[in-house]
């Protein structure tokens, strides 16, 4: 893609390499490189001086303000006092909490998308645009999981885009525009560079797969734009690395493709079936690199495989090493996980492994992962120490919605009834059933079986996982 500052920056980059063209051998050759890729470092006193504005002029129009607004209940440690709320009133206070952040329009019908911790529990939403016109927002989606939030405003008129960056190819170095509303004293822009991508290990969303700029990023700027020099959008600002609250030069964007595949679901089915690999990776460390004999550390080792999932269906074995999904170099199952998860479900990925030493390419299909997204739930009933507990079956599907190891099996611990058999046993919520009566427990059909062929015994050998820590008992009724 041509990256530019406006024609000028384009003028004057086509007038230096003809001037080099003619002094230097291989001109054609060197005029045709320049074709390809126009990023140059500045080399006169009229680049030094070029202005961003013309793209600000671009991108800024599609850049608003969000207002959330929500009533929180404050409750006094006498609340419920007869004594105190009959001589100091109610004890029970409602205070206002407003939140203010970004967003980028996306579609000229009024589609914005935002930051999810700044709509989050909002019960009034409010956008105010560019040209200080304010709209009542409708949310769309919220998705914790990517830190996304998609809102949709009734205008009057088709409101200015931002485009997305179709190529997705920003590089470390390209210069970027940051616009928003830092601390709320109205729109900004700031400027820097790319100076990371594909920043994994941030923590900030399950999604981790970011990227970095120096850009200032303040409190406010959540949620608005990064853009490139072609005006095009390339990430939304999402959080920024600082001790102090303000910018330090480390700021954090969702990339482009994620924040497409979330509106396009808000815009289609109001909600997001993410595809998932069914494939375990780990990191290829140097050790490990040595052991397969690469010269280097690099991709992500296959340490293990749903069964019949699309990951071992595209024929992924345990022990290749992903290297790159749909030739993006990936290094972490972070990194695979973000990218398959931009594709849509029914689409394919390419992916490219290592194999005995040898490059290969597989084609995976996009599917969701297997099990109850909501989980199957028994509330359990008979002569047994479970009575009164409600547990619920894991699987990927659900593992992944709840943050859980998506290979974890066997059925969970949800509930708990008071003055309940299992509430007398001390079974707690969040406890993992292992065996009952030593049958294995892997789902609740193992668990159905085992109370109805043993409802009714004395004894109840119990294998629990609390916490990490595994238990043994044997219950009595």
């Known amino acids: 893609m041509l990256r530019t500052l406006g024609y000028a920056v384009l003028g004057a980059a086509l007038a230096t390499a003809t001037a080099c063209a003619r002094e230097?051998?291989?001109?054609?050759?060197?005029?045709?490189?320049?074709?390809?890729?126009?990023?140059?470092?500045?080399?006169?006193?009229?680049q030094v001086q070029l202005s961003f504005a013309p793209i600000v002029r671009q991108a800024a129009p599609a850049v608003v303000n969000v207002y959330s607004r929500r009533v929180i209940a404050q409750?006094?440690?006498?609340?419920?006092?007869?004594?105190?709320?009959?001589?100091?009133?109610?004890?029970?206070?409602?205070?206002?909490?407003?939140?203010?952040?970004s967003g980028v329009i996306v579609d000229p019908s009024g589609v914005i998308v935002t930051n999810n911790h700044v709509v989050r529990g909002a019960q009034d939403l409010r956008v105010v645009l560019s040209d200080r016109r304010e709209y009542e927002a409708e949310l769309l989606l919220a998705d914790e999981?990517?830190?996304?939030?998609?809102?949709?405003i009734d205008a009057d008129e088709p409101l200015?885009?931002?485009?997305?960056?179709?190529?997705?190819?920003?590089?470390?170095?390209?210069?970027?525009l940051a616009i928003g509303n830092?601390?709320?004293?109205?729109?900004?822009?700031?400027?820097?560079?790319?100076?990371?991508?594909?920043?994994?290990?941030?923590?900030?969303?399950?999604?981790?797969?970011?990227?970095?700029?120096?850009?200032?990023?303040?409190?406010?700027?959540?949620?608005?734009?990064?853009?490139?020099?072609d005006g095009e959008l390339i990430g939304v600002n999402t959080a920024i690395f600082s001790r102090s609250g303000g910018s330090n030069g480390i700021?954090?964007?969702v990339p482009v493709e994620m924040v497409r595949t979330v509106?396009?679901?808000?815009?289609?089915?109001?909600?997001?079936?993410?595809?998932?690999?069914?494939?375990?990776?780990?990191?290829?460390?140097?050790?490990?690199?040595?052991?397969?004999?690469?010269?280097?550390?690099?991709?992500?080792?296959?340490?293990?495989?749903?069964?019949?999932?699309?990951?071992?269906?595209?024929?992924?074995?345990?022990?290749?090493?992903?290297?790159?999904?749909?030739?993006?170099?990936?290094?972490?199952?972070?990194?695979?996980?973000?990218r398959f998860a931009t594709r849509t479900i029914g689409q394919t990925a390419d992916l490219t492994v290592l194999r005995d030493g040898r490059e290969r390419s597989l084609v995976v299909d996009a599917r969701p992962a297997p099990g109850d997204l909501e989980g199957q739930r028994l509330t359990i009933t008979g002569e047994n120490p479970l009575r009164g507990a409600e547990l619920i079956e894991l699987s990927p599907a659900f593992n992944e919605e709840n943050g859980i190891d998506p290979f974890e099996r066997g059925v969970l611990v949800s509930d708990i009834s008071r003055r309940s058999a299992a509430a007398y046993f001390g079974f707690q919520?969040?406890?993992?059933?292992?065996?009952?009566?030593?049958?294995?427990?892997?789902?609740?059909?193992?668990?159905?079986?085992?109370?109805?062929?043993?409802?009714?015994?004395?004894?109840?050998?119990?294998?629990?996982?609390?916490?990490g820590e595994r238990y043994n008992r044997t219950l009595t009724l």
């Open 24 to 46: 230097a051998q291989g001109a054609e050759a060197e005029i045709a490189g320049a074709a390809q890729d126009a990023r140059a470092v500045p080399d006169s006193q009229v």
């Open 75 to 101: 409750r006094s440690p006498f609340a419920g006092d007869p004594f105190f709320e009959r001589f100091f009133g109610p004890q029970v206070r409602e205070r206002e909490v407003n939140n203010l952040g």
């Open 145 to 152: 999981r990517t830190d996304l939030a998609v809102l949709k």
């Open 160 to 176: 200015p885009v931002l485009p997305y960056d179709e190529g997705a190819d920003a590089e470390v170095g390209d210069l970027v």
């Open 182 to 229: 830092p601390f709320g004293v109205g729109q900004t822009v700031t400027s820097g560079i790319v100076s990371a991508l594909a920043r994994t290990d941030v923590g900030i969303t399950d999604y981790a797969f970011f990227i970095q700029t120096d850009a200032a990023v303040n409190p406010g700027n959540s949620g608005g734009a990064l853009v490139d020099m």
């Open 251 to 253: 700021g954090f964007a």
């Open 263 to 338: 509106v396009a679901a808000a815009l289609q089915d109001g909600e997001i079936i993410r595809p998932w690999l069914g494939a375990r990776l780990q990191p290829v460390t140097n050790d490990i690199a040595q052991s397969l004999g690469l010269d280097r550390p690099q991709g992500a080792i296959v340490a293990e495989l749903w069964p019949d999932g699309a990951a071992e269906d595209a024929g992924l074995e345990r022990g290749d090493v992903l290297i790159a999904v749909d030739g993006v170099p990936v290094n972490d199952e972070a990194g695979a996980r973000f």
């Open 429 to 467: 919520p969040g406890d993992r059933l292992l065996s009952l009566q030593d049958e294995r427990i892997d789902d609740l059909g193992d668990l159905e079986r085992a109370l109805e062929l043993f409802d009714g015994a004395r004894s109840w050998p119990v294998e629990i996982e609390r916490r």
